[in-house]
């Protein structure tokens, strides 16, 4: 691939200046390469970097200091999924730069500079790709400028690699921070030349995460760690129970509890502030408070068979429908039929949502784990009456996402709470009000049906959705839709005051598992092998008869499918008692295909045994990080499909600490997880969500082939089927 | 309100909490030591893990009463020149995602360790079972753990070569 790509566009902004320090300083406008790729823009109105004074430039996302350190704003929000590594490696890779001199920022939140700042959809590496080569080919463009300029020879011979500047005919070297202060600001590259992928020398390779040694010292990096002048602790309560209302509290029953300062409520709220987190959180428990609770009290059971009743109902939304399923399914020689019900999951993040905010009349500032800083920067600075330049957010690492933090109602609350209190606050949830808050992974039940021909081939099948609360917890447009000639994905919901919100993965987290378990089904019944029947989809749906629409590419789901089957010698296992399943799943752009391999012991117990990941997501940024993305999507996929639950009682939420909600644990986790990434020349795709979807199903299916079991029930704790 | 002398990574220090406030919070909020983490209160994540005596405990449920006269060693007490070989082994194998969890683990395994140089993955599954990572970097953890003991038994090597004959 070459890529030459015009520096220039409208909006497009480079800037360099040497500033008194004798340092390189390079503002840029992410959007300029990010925006074709994006799917949502961002407006700019003004530049922040063209504004700011000569010399200091605190958003500029590149910086070579006189002593040769190399300083890279990381722009996206970190938690977990190792942008605040892979891509500042994207930089440094086009730079040039020596990564042991590269020293990695957090970028606080200022999308005019840095373009899409948010940690959501897989999308941080694909949607700064461009942007980010393109940020550091035009620094190095602008060094080789300079010496080509100091040696007067052409700077197509001088040759760049670990911040170092050579000419191979004359011998002659310089460094990058010994010709930064002799770069010319004014003379920027109207074109700048971005690396061949063979020409990749830091992309690809294992680099340890920046943070590594923060994390393993025990440095404050994390929202609830932060600490200021003049700030008042405290912790908040939410109404227990979804649908319920704030009448009132009882502040004469916190009489000689110690350490609180002042309780208030707003929005149904309660807030105390107290000497310590930990005494505002026994004032929590010991705070009468009177809540309106909800005339229709909601449960597990009923909400799951008014869901069920509600499949016989006509949909108020068809997401698909190609050819007649009606009719197909009556002719077909054969239907098979399965139900599911799917549970609701909370995110459940190890860090429990807090914040950091200090309002004042004129300005604002927000600090803590967001997931997406621009949104809560608009919620707070509309909700404070401010303009939102006067709301400064800055992102803390993030102590684990999964979707939860994509709302910022614990960011809100803090600002509103610094409000009232007329000083800077930090609020911590306590892991109760964390766990029964809601926002959960929609809940629903499923109704699939297949139609099955004389010849044996799938000629219909049907998806029924009825969400509970969620109108329609289902994706439509992935495997195996395209490769079925009489498709349909419709869906309805029972009205519900359980929150719910995306979860890692969203909807392919669970239509993963329904889809790739259900073809085992008709696989098991028509007597066909489950690797077979997936390649005879991706056939037809490579010919397409009905030319519709659907999200994946047929050559790169079949590739990372033969080439799973490789990996474990798929069909050729002879080991007595171990039995192996497969599962696919495009999402995210990337594709994924797995098979766990399980154990049956002669008392019936299942083991996982391990589990082997074949896995497209494009190019491969940081390898380490990349397998460690896959490694742990595939355990928390096995952990929340044999445990994963919150059952509503009485409208509040049964399990509200890791001692009802369990958590995958070492013992139970695969002892070994096979990776083969099958590379290819497209950009990155995603893989913070990627290899998740393909686990639970390799598992049942593998559980299926061992037991014969279908497990429609979740998770599988509740099928009495305990796995690992 | 009560006063206690607690002995914190080698040093003696005086805080005044109520006697039943858990470890925990007087690390984190009286002694500013935040690399020990509130994940659950109820003793079952593990973030909070710290040594009272060289063993394991969940600070998260230890009143600061209980505490008395033995060591307490917290994550910013590891290593306190440089990492120890369980920090090293983390940083080499690139264990953590979120990192959030990583502080109990390192305190669980270094705890493992000084009582099994080399510890069998049943050992491992022992030791590490009340530590919860929630973004699943167990694979890592274990090869950590297994790194460390070859990286401390190292150091053991060397140190018993420079004892003079």
Known sequence: ?724 | MASFNLNINGSTLTVEAPPTMPLLWVLREKLHLVGTKYGCGIGQCGACTVHLGGAPVRSCVLPVVAVGERPVTTIEGLGQDSLNAVQRAWDEVDVAQCGYCQAGQIMSATALLAKAPNPSDAEIDVAMAGNICRCGTYVRIRKAIHRAAELQTGEHTRAAKEIPA
Not at chain 1, 556 to 579: H, I, Q
Request: with cysteine; aromatic share 8%; glycine share 8%.
């Open chain 1, 1 to 724: 691939m070459s890529v030459t790509l015009p520096n220039f566009t409208r909006r497009t902004f480079v800037r360099a200046s040497a500033a008194a320090s004798g340092a390189l300083v390079l503002g840029f406008d992410w959007l300029a390469g990010s925006r074709a790729q994006a799917a949502e823009g961002i407006e700019t109105s003004g530049n922040p970097i063209a504004e700011a004074p000569e010399g200091f430039q605190p958003n500029a996302y590149l910086r070579i200091e006189p002593d040769g350190k190399i300083i890279l704003m990381a722009p996206n929000p970190e938690l977990g999924q190792g942008v605040k590594t892979s891509l500042p490696m994207i930089v440094a890779e086009e730079l040039d730069a020596d990564w042991s001199q590269v020293e990695v920022q957090q970028a606080p939140l200022n999308p005019e500079g840095f373009g899409p700042q948010y940690a959501g959809g897989s999308n941080s590496v694909w949607s700064n790709w461009t942007g980010m080569r393109r940020a550091g080919a035009t620094a190095r463009t602008m060094l080789v400028a300079a010496a080509a300029a100091e040696w007067n020879v052409p700077a197509a011979r001088l040759k760049t690699a670990d911040s170092v500047i050579t000419d191979p005919a004359s011998g002659r070297s310089v460094r990058y921070a010994e010709i930064a202060p002799k770069v010319d600001p004014s003379n920027l590259p109207s074109e700048v030349k971005l690396k061949e992928r063979d020409e990749f020398r830091l992309l690809g390779k294992r680099i340890p995460q920046t943070d590594n040694a923060r994390i393993f010292t025990g440095q404050p990096l994390y929202g609830a760690d932060l600490e200021a002048e003049g700030m008042a602790i405290g912790t908040i309560i939410h109404p227990p129970a979804f649908g319920a209302k704030l009448k009132s509290f009882d502040t004469e029953t916190l009489n000689g509890v110690s350490g609180v300062k002042q309780v208030f409520s707003f929005d149904d709220c309660v807030v105390i502030f107290a000497e310590t987190t930990w005494e505002a959180f026994e004032a929590r428990k010991r705070l009468r408070i009177d809540w309106e609770m909800p005339e229709k009290r909601e449960n597990s059971t009923q909400q799951f068979d008014e869901a069920r009743a509600l499949l016989d109902h006509p949909p108020t939304e068809v997401l698909r429908d190609i050819g007649n399923v009606d009719v197909a399914l009556e002719r077909a020689a054969h239907v098979i039929e399965a139900t599911y019900e799917v549970p609701f999951l909370p995110h459940a993040t190890l860090e429990p949502m807090n914040c950091f905010a200090d309002v004042r009349a004129d300005r604002a500032l927000v600090r803590g784990p967001m997931q997406v800083p621009a949104g809560a920067r608009r919620q707070i600075a509309k909700a404070l009456d401010l303009p939102e330049d006067k709301v400064r957010v800055e992102m803390t690492r993030i102590g684990g996402g999964f979707g939860r933090r994509l709302a910022n109602d614990f960011a809100y609350e803090a600002a509103i709470a610094s409000k009232i209190a007329g000083c800077p606050v930090k609020l911590v949830w306590t892991r109760e009000e964390d766990m029964a808050r809601g926002m959960y992974r929609p809940a629903g039940v499923y109704r699939y049906r297949a139609g099955i021909d004389v010849n044996g081939n799938i000629v219909a099948w049907h998806v029924q959705v009825a969400g509970i609360g969620h109108p329609k917890p289902v994706t439509s447009s992935n495997f195996p839709a395209g490769s079925i000639p009489n498709f349909r994905i419709d869906t309805r919901a029972i009205d519900s005051k359980v929150t719910t919100m995306p979860w890692r993965a969203p909807n392919n987290n669970i239509c993963g598992y329904l889809d790739q378990t259900f073809i085992d089904y008709v696989a098991a019944e028509i007597g066909k092998n489950p690797l077979a029947i997936r390649r005879e989809l991706l056939d037809r749906a490579a010919a397409n008869p009905n030319q519709d629409e659907v999200d994946y590419e047929v050559p790169r789901y079949r590739a990372v499918l033969d080439t799973v089957a490789k990996m474990a010698n798929w069909g050729e296992r002879k080991e007595a008692g171990v039995f192996q399943g497969l599962a696919t799943r495009f999402c995210h752009r990337s594709y994924a295909a797995q098979i766990a391999e399980v154990s049956v012991t002669d008392d019936g117990k299942l083991k996982i045994l391990r589990v082997y990941c074949a896995l497209d997501c494009g190019l491969v940024v940081n390898r380490s990080g990349a397998e460690n993305q896959v490694e742990g999507g595939i355990i928390d996929a096995l952990g929340s499909i044999c445990f994963g639950e919150v059952s509503i009682a009485e409208s509040k939420a049964v399990q509200q600490n890791f001692n009802a909600y369990r958590l995958i644990r070492m013992s139970e986790a695969p002892p070994e997880i096979v990776i083969q990434f099958v590379e290819t020349d497209y950009a990155p795709t995603g893989l913070g969500e990627p290899s998740f979807p393909p686990a639970p199903p390799a598992l049942a299916n593998a559980i299926l082939a061992a037991t014969g079991k279908r497990i429609t029930r979740l998770p599988f704790a509740k099928s009495g089927v305990v796995s690992v």
